[in-house]
């Protein structure tokens, strides 16, 4: 099964797509944690991504692409997969169904995570992430270490204000038009209200997968 998280900066798509990931037994491809991770690795693709980052601007279609190609052809993802802001761009979402297509599979399903944009600004302002295995977490301090690795806590240079802002505007101009041109290819995308507590966004999400 392929499912596509769409959804503002801060939705949630991170922390639901582990959740959901561990329930379903397929993998969460997260392009934001790849390009991380390449800007942590200082390659090439890491080199290119990390000034649209910082600014909280979109990574060019065609990386964003290069990288879908890897993940979706790779045996890991044989079953299916979580695609966690992987397509943002509605070339981004032609590209993925082409490629998708030569290899005989679709996207089953699309979920949009749907929060405001206050308490958007506020989990993001408030988020630390582990620099090593990237799980987001709220009150807790840059320099504490994950329960999950031991990794350090960290801020993203991208919950800046100024780069949260121009992350909203980019999702509404840029990302939003993903929705309809989902919706014109009668693909059912499923609106879930993600301003609740986490373990309820999680059912609401498995009860719309029929899981
Ligand atoms: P990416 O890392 O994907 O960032 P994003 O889409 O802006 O999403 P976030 O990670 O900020 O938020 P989230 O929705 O995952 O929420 P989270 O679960 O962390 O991308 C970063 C950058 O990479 C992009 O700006 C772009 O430059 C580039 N990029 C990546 N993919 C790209 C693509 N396809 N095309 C082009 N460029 C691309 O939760 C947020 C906070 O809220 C956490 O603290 C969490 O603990 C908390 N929280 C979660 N759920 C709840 C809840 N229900 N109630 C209260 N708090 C909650």
């Not at 082409?98 to 399903?109: F, H, N, Q, R």
């Not at 302002?125 to 990237?134: D, I, K, L, W």
Request: charged content about 30%; overall charge positive; aromatic content about 2%.
């Amino acid at each position: 099964m392929i499912i596509v998280l769409l959804g503002p900066p801060g939705a949630g798509k991170g922390t639901q797509a582990d959740r959901l990931a561990a329930r379903l037994g397929i993998p969460k491809i997260a392009t934001g944690d790849v390009l991380r991770a390449a800007v942590r690795d200082g390659t090439r693709r890491g080199l290119e991504a990390k000034s649209y980052m910082d600014r909280g601007d979109l990574v060019p279609d065609s990386v964003i692409l290069g990288i879908l190609q890897e993940v979706m052809t790779s045996p890991a993802t044989k079953k299916g997969a979580i695609l966690d802001g992987a397509v943002r761009t509605v070339p981004q979402a032609e590209g993925l169904g082409t490629m998708l297509a030569e290899i005989g599979k679709k996207v089953d399903k699309v979920l949009l995570f749907d929060v405001d944009d206050d308490e958007l600004v506020k989990r993001l302002s408030t988020r630390t992430v582990c620099e090593r295995c990237q799980t987001p977490y709220t009150g807790r301090d840059p320099g504490t270490s994950c329960t999950k690795c031991g990794g350090t806590l960290v801020r993203r240079k991208d919950d800046e204000p100024d780069a949260v802002r121009n992350r909203l505007e980019v999702y509404r101009t840029q990302t939003a038009p993903v929705i309809g041109w989902y919706g014109d290819r009668k693909m059912n995308v499923a609106r879930i209200d993600a301003d609740a507590p986490v373990d309820e966004v999680t059912a609401r999400a498995l009860q719309v997968l029929g899981k």
